[in-house]
Structures are given as structure tokens and as C-alpha cells.
């Protein structure tokens, strides 16, 4: 029987699960509800573990190990820890949780950012690179950092949280309970809230002038700015200078060979990257200047957070 | 005869020499010009091997290697790369060119601020922590990052430049091109400029008022302030808020454990890191509040700059 890692993802609405060879090749998955049982962490576990099972089964493999990605995921005790997103509150002890199902495998658990720069780091653009970072930007901002072949945990498993650094002590209100975070601004709803911003300020016309706030998604921005929208282009390109100037300062700091940009937002393609690279590059301290390469991940979107997590255990057993 | 490594610490203006043991004690130092030859770099190095070799000598102790704090230090090639505070332009292959007087033993390299870090590891503060930053605040400010043990130096081995992060991008003018970096804020000078802009805002009595710009010195605000002089003490509150919330965004990104200050502005004690640590806890993201202590570097000031160089070739022995 072929040896096959679990790879979780865990995300506010659903927790996915696939079957992940050392290759990084994705043999079968399944999905469940996260809040299918509320605030009842024991009946979720019993239902994750069941599908689990199922999949191992079904696909007759050898399952060696668990790696799951998790909101506010901490490595060094296996916690997730006040995710804002999920119904658990305070420290669920999850890896410890699930281990009871599986007594005999390894169980890793880190946040999902960090897990997408581990699996850039074996299956996808990150492979020969010792010193990088994954900036995810999806409903929030995630970075995971590579730094001399390792992912960077820091003293608490819970480094790499680039959204949170602040583009603006002043700016608009952070989930977090701060103001300015770069989340604020380059998630999928910070790119909403640009759009709406750059509505308040300009007289161009616009089709984003005739959806309502509540219904506006950075895809479909993407999509007017496509199809010549003034406004929707402007957004976009407020975006990457925003992110550009900031991952500036995190090249300062890391000095990575390459940045590669993860989650939905990136499916917007050029007309992000290439704001993004140029602002970057006229940020950057001379000695960093055209060092630097920004692409997109290289991870299938559909499976990354899948892999990243699965990435957890094989980055152990190779 | 001791094992001996000669620490040199390369600044704008001396070149200082240490013997330093395995257990980071300086056993004799000496001092030259940087400047002496002007832009003849085989006369400096002439003169720099002939002061190590008489140390030596007259300490009777044996020779285990060199190690190197230079501006602008890169840890890969050996080289001082387009230091602005240097005689010598463009790439000089300093170990390169030192290995020729010295064929027979390890010579390394690196940024004074990374060899400050270093330092901290093998003989300061650090010794038994595997995540923290050190931050020299002197004529600029430096920084140094130890990630999972060890130094962290990019892929260029020029990581560690938090100095020129931003702070306000629209801000002060620094001397690397661009503007509104935390160097121009914390640094020395840059606390110097803080009292000039805070003179241009109250209508406080100051003996800052009487003292030229171009004489003022942050020592001299910092004994001001010492003396109950309000704009010095609001000086020192603004350049430790400015550095609070900069050490907060490192935080996010490296969640060390200990963040260490070294440099000369340092010695303004508590009147710098009571401000520095309250700014950076309330600015924290909530899941590192808490978790990070401030502390004044370990390292004896006078010879902190030559115990981080020594530490380049003592971190290799241990």
C-alpha cells in the first residue's frame, strides 16, 4: 500500500481533506462543514476522523501521518489558538484531540500561511530555494517565511503574520482590533474597501458604482478592471503599491531570493503582480535592487492549502 | 599558547582591534584610522595586518581566525558592499584580500549589526535563546535577527536592514535615497531631529532652544531630559513610540522571544525602553502580547562591535 499523508485545511466555512503522496500529487479529497456541530469540538473531531478513515479506505493507502493548516495554527503545541473565525474559542488542543483517533502517526498542525510556504517549499516554485516567503492574500492576509531552508516558527510557533504588520497607524479598522493592518488593504475585502474609497474620491464612471458595498468581491473588480473599467484598474493598482511598499520593508528584514504571492486574489493575475513588482522594486534599499522575484505560487490554487498541509509531515520525512 | 580570535569592528571613522577567547573575554585591543590611506585599500590592510599580527605577538597567544563588522558586511563573498560611510567605493573583496596576509586561517564578514547579534548569541543575553533581534541604534540603526539559532542572512547575506524599513513614507529624508525610514526617526541623529521638529511645534521653555542644531547631540537630550527638561523628555517618548511600533511589526513577522537594544543611544537607559516597551506591547497584535521582553543588549558597550565580529569564527568552533 502506497504511504499517503492527510493534508487538512481548516477554514472558517469548510475543513477540506486530501490524500497527499510525497510527491505532492493529491489522490483523493473530501470536504465537511466546519461548523456542522457549533461550539462541540469532540463531535467534529469524530466526524473529521470518520472522514479520514473513509478516504484511507476507499483509496486502500498507508496513512503515515496528519498535517493540518489552521487559523491562529501554533506548531509547538499543536493549539489553535483564538482564531477569530471559528466557533472553538480560547486554545483548542487539536493535535492532541485527534491523536487519541490516531494514536499511532504523527500529527502536526501550524497556521495556514506558514503551511503554504512549506508546501511551496517542496512541491512547488520554492523547491531549490533556501530563503523566501508566501504572502497568501485571501479573506485575510497570511505570510509564511522561509529562512536558510526552514520555515520560520519564531520563539512561539507563531511567527510570520505580515498581515498584521500596519501600513497606516491611523488607517481603517482591523478584525484584529487594530487600524491599518496590511490585511485592511490587500485581502479580497481590503481590495472592496479600496474600491469603495476610490468611489468617495473620483467622478469617473464606473460599473462598481452600481453594486452595493455588501456585494462587491475583489473577482469581480478584477473582472471590470479587465474589461477597461477606470476605477476597478485604479484599485488595483493602489493595491499593489500598497503591498509593494510593504513587502519592501520585508525584503529589508529577510532578504529573500523570491516572493511568492498565494490565495484567490492572485487569480487577478498581472494586473496585481505587475503593480506589485514595480512598487516593490522603487522601494527596495539599493543593495536589494533587482534581486528579488515576485510570481505566484506555484501550488494548483484548488489544493494548495491541501499540500501546504501535508507538507508539514513529509518536509519531516525526507 | 590561547586560541585567539582577532574581532575587527570597521566603523566610518576607527578600526578597531580585539583579542577575544572562546569565552568572550578581550584580552588587549588596539585602534587605527579608517581613513588613514584614503581610497588605497592595500595601505589600510597593510597597516590593519601589521596591527594584528604586533597584538598577537605581544599577547603570545595563537591565532585562530578573524572575524569581521563592517557597514554594508556581506557574510557571502566577504565583501564591503557600496558602504556609504566608506573611503573605499563599490564591492571591496575585503576576506579576499585579507586572506592574501593571513593564508592559514577562517576569515569572515559580515554587518556590524549582524555580528552585534551574533555576539549577543555566544556571550550576551541571547546565549541561551534561539529567536530574538538585536537592534543597534548608533549613527544608524542596524539590526540582526537569529531565527531558529542562527543568524539569519538572506539570500544575499545581506538580511537584517530593519533600519530601513518605513516608517512614513511621505517622512524624513535618509541618507540610503529614499524617505521615512526608522533610521531617520531612532537613530541618533535622528532623535536630534526629533528635538528640532519638537522645538518647531511647542511653546515649552527648553534649553534645547539654545543649543545649534548642527552641536546637539542625543546624549545631550537625554541628560536634559534626565534634568526634567518636557521637550527632551517628549523627544525621548516620540523616538521610543516611533520604535515601539516598528518592534511590533518585526515582531509580527519573526515572534522572537527578546528583543536586545545595543548602540550608543542606549545608554539613555529607561528613558528610552520604558517608552519602547509600552509602545510595542500596545501596538502588538493580541496573540504576541505578552510574550516579547525589551532588554538592553548584554555585551559591554565599549566592545560589543569587537565580541559580535569574534563571534563570526567562534560561532563556527562551538
Not at 114 to 123: Q, S, T, Y
Not at 141 to 170: K, R
Not at 253 to 281: C, D
Not at 285 to 290: A, N, R, V
Amino acid at each position: 500500500m502506497k504511504d499517503i499523508v492527510a493534508g487538512i485545511d481548516i477554514g472558517g466555512t469548510n475543513s477540506e481533506v486530501g490524500l497527499v503522496d510525497n510527491e505532492g500529487n493529491v489522490l483523493d479529497r473530501a470536504s465537511m462543514k466546519t461548523r456542522a456541530h457549533g461550539k462541540d469540538f469532540s463531535a467534529y473531531l469524530e466526524d473529521l476522523s470518520r472522514l479520514i478513515n473513509d478516504l484511507v479506505k476507499t483509496n486502500a493507502v498507508s496513512l503515515v501521518g496528519i498535517g493540518i493548516g489552521a487559523p491562529n495554527g501554533n506548531i509547538n503545541n499543536g493549539s489553535i489558538e483564538h482564531a477569530p473565525n471559528l466557533d472553538w474559542k480560547g486554545i483548542v488542543p487539536f493535535c492532541e484531540k485527534l491523536q487519541v483517533h490516531f494514536p499511532e502517526i504523527p500529527i502536526r498542525l501550524t497556521n495556514d500561511a506558514n503551511a503554504a510556504a512549506l508546501g511551496e517549499k517542496l512541491f512547488g516554485n520554492g523547491k531549490m530555494i533556501d530563503n523566501f516567503l508566501t504572502i497568501t492574500l485571501g479573506t485575510g492576509v497570511g505570510s509564511g517565511f522561509i529562512v536558510n531552508g526552514q520555515l520560520m516558527y519564531g520563539h512561539d510557533g507563531m511567527a510570520g503574520e505580515a498581515g498584521h504588520t500596519v501600513v497606516d497607524p491611523n488607517g481603517r479598522v482591523c478584525g484584529c482590533g487594530r487600524r491599518g493592518c496590511l490585511e485592511t488593504y490587500v485581502s479580497a475585502s481590503g481590495i472592496v474597501r479600496t474600491a469603495a474609497e476610490q468611489l468617495s474620491i473620483h467622478h469617473f464612471q464606473s460599473k462598481l458604482a452600481d453594486i452595493p458595498f455588501s456585494e462587491l468581491e475583489s473577482k469581480t473588480i478584477a473582472d471590470l478592471a479587465a474589461k477597461g473599467d477606470v476605477v476597478a484598474q485604479k484599485v488595483f493598482e493602489i493595491t499593489g503599491r500598497t503591498l509593494g511598499m510593504k513587502l519592501a520593508d520585508f525584503v529589508a528584514i529577510t532578504s529573500p531570493k523570491a516572493i511568492f504571492i498565494a490565495g484567490g486574489v492572485v487569480n487577478a493575475g498581472e494586473l496585481l503582480l505587475k503593480p506589485v513588482r514595480e512598487h516593490m522594486e522603487a522601494n527596495l534599499l539599493s543593495i536589494y535592487k533587482g534581486k528579488v522575484r515576485i510570481e505566484k505560487s506555484g501550488l494548483p490554487g484548488i489544493d494548495s492549502a491541501i499540500l501546504g498541509a501535508a507538507a508539514l509531515i513529509w518536509s519531516q520525512n525526507k
